[in-house]
């Protein structure tokens, strides 16, 4: 099987990029060479690449910036999205594709299940919906992978802010009134190529996917608010014999943090279907976060 892998610059497509090429023939354009900010070109780089599956986690994810421009995070979330699926149609080409807690309004405390409404806060949440949609009225077999809070090892990310914050500074502090599930790129890397080789043919492939209605929610299992994950990367820290100049991590609430992002204050994603339907157990959101720290070793 050919697979077109996008954005494997970022933490998800560059996590994914070992996995998938172990298997399979990963085709992984550049930026330059795939660019979704231009889509009305994106049919004939495909007609070129002729993939047997497109795999899409490559996006504009600043959710800040997004704020700025709108018009920007919808055409490469959810234009380019929507010329790669109608290709994927037109040519009976399965599309496994990339999405966020950021679609939902983040009210109540239970976790999101797939075919719970979509009520996005922010012009991202608003650009990745408008991209589901895309895909979904394509006609095109797909798999809609929504997760959250990711973070690398290699990345530049939540992570990689407070390790930096920690060494530098006598007190961290962070929000206590956001929950998620932190999850580790590698975590999904191993989870959605796992997906891909139980299915000998991109056939089987849409079988399944279909049976997953098309929408799957990913993340490391538990969930804990943004303190904890903070806390728990600078604890992963000392026990790892770093540096650490923090002695505390200040529990703080989002009202004391003017921003013109609205964050979903619960982003929990419920991963019943996952393990139903394709037998996914991901780790928990410590495991993982232990499996990362041990990445960076003593080298920051
Ligand atoms: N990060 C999170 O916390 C999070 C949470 C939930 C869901 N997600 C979703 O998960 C997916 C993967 O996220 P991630 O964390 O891996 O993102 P990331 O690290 O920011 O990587 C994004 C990738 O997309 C590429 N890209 C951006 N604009 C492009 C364009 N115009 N043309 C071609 N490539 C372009 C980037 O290339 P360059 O390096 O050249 O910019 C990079 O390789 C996305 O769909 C995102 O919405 C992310």
Not at 55 to 75: K, Q
Not at 178 to 195: K, L
Request: net charge neutral; aromatic share 6%; proline share 6%.
């Amino acid at each position: 099987m050919r697979i077109l892998l996008t954005g494997t610059s970022g933490q998800v497509g560059g996590a994914l990029l070992p996995y998938l090429s172990e298997r399979f023939d990963v085709l992984a354009p550049r930026r330059d060479q795939f660019d979704l900010t231009v889509p009305e070109r994106l049919p004939s780089e495909l007609d070129r690449l002729r993939p047997d599956l497109i795999v899409n986690p490559a996006a504009f994810t600043s959710v800040e910036r997004a704020e700025d421009e709108p018009e920007l995070a919808l055409v490469v979330n959810a234009e380019a999205p929507r010329a790669m699926a109608r290709w994927a149609a037109r040519h009976d080409v399965p599309l496994v594709h990339f999405s966020t807690d950021y679609v939902f309004d983040g009210s109540g405390e239970t976790p999101w299940r797939e075919d719970d409404a979509c009520n996005p806060l922010s012009a991202y949440g608003r650009s990745k919906w408008e991209g589901e949609r895309a895909v979904q009225a394509s006609g095109a077999s797909h798999l809609i992978i929504r997760t959250s809070w990711v973070y690398a090892a290699a990345g530049n990310d939540f992570l990689r802010t407070i390790i930096r914050q920690a060494k530098e500074q006598d007190e961290l502090r962070v929000v206590a009134d956001q929950f998620g599930a932190p999850t580790s790129a590698a975590s999904i890397g191993r989870s959605v190529s796992a997906i891909i080789a139980q299915h000998p043919s991109p056939r089987e492939l849409s079988a399944s996917f279909a049976r997953a209605g098309g929408v799957v929610h990913l993340a490391n299992s538990g969930s804990t608010s943004r303190h904890g994950f903070a806390s728990s990367i600078v604890e992963g820290l000392r026990a790892r014999g770093q540096a650490i100049k923090a002695r505390r991590v200040r529990a703080t609430t989002t009202s004391e943090y003017p921003s013109r992002v609205r964050r979903p204050a619960n982003s929990r994603l419920d991963l019943t279907r996952p393990r139903e339907v394709f037998g996914v157990v991901t780790p928990s959101w410590q495991e993982a976060l232990a499996s990362e720290l041990d990445l960076l070793g003593g080298g920051e």
